[in-house]
């Protein structure tokens, strides 16, 4: 069936860096998806990305659409303390309209 | 417009026993899924209802079915509760096949 890689799996970070993270399929996808999820909470929709090689942003956040339609990646610039949490991604085909998740990654701030 | 609605929040149940979740979607969403989260696991998709018709099915057991009404809302239902079924379950919403929007969720306890 259709999996989703996401990594990291954690990332330790410093206020102020920047973040990267991606997710990669072994099938192709016409929609990605990019959530947060605080701790307790349903996640939050961050990006949606609709065509290959698209590039969108949300403040600090950039997200693309992989050119072979097998990946995607989000950047969050500048980090700060709220951007802790976990990101999950999400693909979807136009198949089944079923979305495949990424197993998130999470995100935590250096004491 | 109101957000994805859960009821109940909390809720604490005896090994055996069943429990009905509700989920109310966002006006004029005709798509609910449901998902199951674990400590520290990602998100586990249960089913989709789309217009009254389960569209696409996880991997669980049949102890676990829902529903979906006319006015889009909709039941999950877990019959023989198990300690292993403690976890938060989600709704999620979405308009046809577009990106879904979560509720938050309610914390099941199995004693």
């Known amino acids: 069936g259709q999996q989703l890689n996401q990594s990291p799996q954690s990332m330790f970070i410093q206020e102020g860096e920047d973040v990267s993270m991606n997710c990669t399929s072994s099938s192709i996808f016409n929609t990605w998806l990019w959530y947060k999820q605080d701790p307790g909470e349903g996640p939050v929709l961050l990006i949606a990305?609709?065509?290959a090689g698209e590039l969108t942003s949300n403040g600090r956040l950039t997200a693309q659409f992989g050119i072979t339609r097998k990946d995607s990646f989000l950047n969050i610039s500048a980090s700060i303390p709220s951007d802790v949490g976990i990101y999950f991604c999400?693909?979807?085909?136009?198949?089944?309209?079923?979305?495949?998740w990424g197993a998130g990654t999470k995100l935590i701030i250096k004491p | 417009k109101a957000g994805v609605t859960q009821t109940p929040r909390y809720l604490i149940k005896t090994r055996g026993q069943q429990v009905t979740l509700s989920c109310s979607p966002i006006?004029?969403?005709?798509?609910v899924s449901w998902y199951q989260q674990t400590p520290g696991q990602g998100l586990q998709f249960l089913f989709e209802y789309f217009s009254e018709t389960q569209r696409n099915k996880g991997n669980f057991p049949g102890r676990f079915s829902g529903r979906q009404f006319s006015n889009s809302r909709s039941e999950m239902n877990v019959s023989t509760l198990e300690l292993g079924d403690s976890a938060l379950y989600l709704c999620?919403?979405?308009?046809?096949?577009?990106?879904?929007?979560f509720g938050p969720g309610t914390r099941l306890t199995v004693t």
């Open positions: 999620a919403s979405r308009f046809e096949s577009y990106e879904q929007y």
């Open positions: 999400a693909g979807q085909s136009d198949s089944n309209y079923q979305l495949i």
């Open positions: 990305l609709y065509k």
């Open positions: 006006s004029g969403h005709r798509s």
